[in-house]
Structures are given as C-alpha cells and as structure tokens.
Nanobody, 113 residues
Framework: QVQLVESGGGSVQPGGSLRLSCAAS????????VSWYRQAPGKERESVAV????????DYADSVKGRFTISRDNTKYMVYLQMNSLTSEDTAVYYC??????WGQGIQVTVAS
C-alpha cells in the first residue's frame, strides 16, 4: 500500500519552530524527488520546498527561503521540513508529495500568539 504520512504539525507562537516529517512506504521512494506543499484557507496549494532524489539539490519558495530547510534520509524513507522563524503567514495545511503523483493526507500548522 502506497503511503505518505506527515507528522510533527501543531500550534506554535510566532517566531517559533516546527519540524515536519514525511514517512514513505509502499513505493520506490529513493529515486523520486519530494516536495512539501501547503494550502492556507482560501488560497491555492503552493510548493514550499523540493529536494532531489539523492538529496543534493533543493529549492524553496521565496517566502520561506532562509527559514525552512528540507532534507531527506533515503535509508529511512523519510523527508523532513525544518521550519524556523514562523509567522502567521505560514499557517496552512502542509502536504508531502513524491514525484509520480503520491500525496500525503496533510497536516495542520498553526502559527498564532
């Protein structure tokens, strides 16, 4: 069974940090690029960060550059998103996506005082 399962979301105050995790199973994970997307209420889903299959190349949306870091551990079938200096603008449901059409179910991140 193909699965991408996000974890690590929750509520945090502005300026705080969260680390999202994405656990993959049931498909060939290590050969695929993986992205984190997010969707805020009333807005379209947007790409936040992407990492190449071997982890050597990454790219970020301008809105999160310098604050978010994507990484992966292919030996554990895991991808991570370290989010620092969070603001209310980062409040959204965050999704893990693996190239080929594999989506996680999403996890809520809320930044509020």
């Amino acid at each position: 069974q193909v699965q991408l399962v996000e974890s690590g979301g929750g509520s945090v105050q502005p300026g705080g940090s969260l680390r999202l995790s994405c656990a993959a199973s049931g498909f060939s994970f290590s050969g695929r690029s993986v992205s984190w997307y997010r969707q805020a209420p009333g807005k379209e889903r947007e790409s936040v960060a992407v990492i190449s299959s071997n982890g050597r190349d990454t790219d970020y949306a301008d809105s999160v550059k310098g604050r978010f870091t994507i990484s992966r551990d292919n030996t554990k079938y895991m991808v991570y998103l370290q989010m620092n200096s969070l603001t209310s603008e980062d409040t959204a449901v965050y999704y893990c996506y693996a190239r080929g059409g594999y989506w996680g179910q999403g996890i809520q991140v809320t930044v509020a005082s």
